[in-house]
Each structure stands twice: as structure tokens, then as C-alpha cells.
């Protein structure tokens, strides 16, 4: 029985490209999670956009720790 493998290149590319990802995802969490339409996320200054701009930069410092965690891990290690 073959085993599956995966390069680490493309796992290190795949991990690199879910940090564009964050800020979709972000939004639409925030859209689903607290019934609020995109339209009024939207729509001028109100305080929806500093609840997501806060929770994206949380999402990245967590990801920065995860990064920093998984790239000292020697199956990360190129």
C-alpha cells in the first residue's frame, strides 16, 4: 500500500495563500454569526467594520503564532 504524499512547497504555498483568505472569511462569519446583511456591512462608516478589521487582525496573530509554531516543527522544514 502506497502511502499519500504531499510536498512541502505546496503545503508551505497553501498555508502562505490562507492569509488572503482570512478577510472573506472574516466577513462572512461576521455576516452569518451575527444575522447582519453584507449590504448594511457595506454601507458607510458604522461600527461592523471596526468588529471585523479587529477580528482579521486577530485572525493573522494567530496565524502568526501558528506560523512561527509549525515552521520550528521538522516536517515543515524544507
Keep these: 500500500m502506497k502511502a499519500i504524499t504531499v510536498h512541502r512547497p505546496t503545503l508551505k504555498i ?3 495563500l490562507l492569509v488572503i483568505l482570512f478577510f472573506p ?3 462572512w462569519l461576521y455576516s ?3 444575522d ?3 449590504s ?3 454601507s458607510g462608516a458604522n461600527y461592523h467594520k471596526w468588529i471585523i478589521f479587529f477580528l482579521y487582525l ?3 496573530a494567530i496565524w502568526l503564532y501558528l506560523d512561527s509554531a509549525l515552521s ?3 516536517f515543515f522544514r524544507s
Design 36 to 38: 447582519t446583511p453584507f
Design 32 to 34: 452569518v454569526i451575527s
Design 72 to 74: 520550528n516543527r521538522s
Design 58 to 60: 486577530g485572525c493573522l
Design 40 to 42: 448594511t456591512i457595506d
Design 14 to 16: 497553501i498555508w502562505k
Design 25 to 27: 472569511l472574516t466577513i
